[in-house]
């Protein structure tokens, strides 16, 4: 089923699936290139194809009971008005508390499901900085400046995600990652190394990282990685 939407930057109206993951630009303004919710692009594409399907499937759904015979007649108009509202009184809503529905975080009351918990080891202050702040209201995130204090936490909290940085503490993020890869309770975590330029990549490969990213980091960008690992492990 095709939906429309219009883009609050440029004022024009698109389909859904322009912006899909399927799309040439997924999660951007088909017409601006304007980039929507960029602390959460991975979970804006997937819920595209998504909101299609259930909205075919809630029509097909409705379009079965119409043709039957059923000796009732279904206030269609009511039933868009109620859906109406229903999306309407959705915005604004934290996305921890969606997370939270899909197992992904653990909601404020309850124990539905263990919090997403990110561990960052890092002596770099700008990506502290940039992490302490960057993270939706849910994730639990524990700042580590060195790789050996690191591997002492992990032990008593498994993280869902750690960031580790290439240049950190004493015995250094590589031999972390690589420590954390042959360690049973540790080696499904993934691994989101930063490294100082190009050339380093086949280091952490070669630590084990499941993904990487060369410093400066754009936050926004880390953080949406990191929620799309921590996607991916459940």
């Not at 008005?81 to 969606?98: I, K, N, Y």
């Not at 032990?155 to 972390?176: C, R």
Request: charged share 25%.
């Amino acid at each position: 089923m095709k939906i429309e939407a219009r883009c609050h930057t440029c004022g024009r109206i698109f389909l859904l699936s322009q912006i899909g993951p399927a799309s040439d630009a997924p999660g951007r303004c088909p017409f601006c290139g304007a980039r929507f919710a960029p602390s959460y692009t991975p979970f804006l594409v997937e819920a595209v194809p998504q909101a299609e399907t259930a909205a075919a499937q809630f029509v097909q759904s409705l379009g079965r009971l119409q043709a039957m015979e059923t000796g009732f007649e279904i206030d269609l108009e009511g039933v868009n008005s109620d859906v109406a509202r229903a999306v309407w009184s959705s915005e604004g809503t934290p996305l921890s508390d969606f997370l939270a529905a899909e197992r992904l975080l653990g909601p404020a009351g309850g124990d539905v499901a263990e919090p997403l918990r990110v561990v960052v080891v890092t002596g770099d202050e700008q990506v502290q900085e940039e992490v302490r702040f960057g993270f939706p209201t849910g994730v639990e995130v524990s700042i580590l400046i060195d790789a050996r204090e690191a591997w002492e936490w992990m032990h008593d909290k498994t993280p869902s995600v750690a960031i580790v940085d290439i240049q950190t503490g004493s015995a250094g993020g590589f031999g972390l990652a690589r420590d954390m890869a042959q360690d049973p309770k540790l080696a499904a975590v993934p691994i989101l190394m930063l490294i100082e330029r190009r050339q380093d990549e086949w280091l952490a490969e070669q630590a084990g990282a499941t993904s990487h990213r060369i410093k400066p980091v754009d936050a926004d960008e880390l953080v949406a990685e990191v929620l799309a690992l921590a996607h991916a492990e459940h």
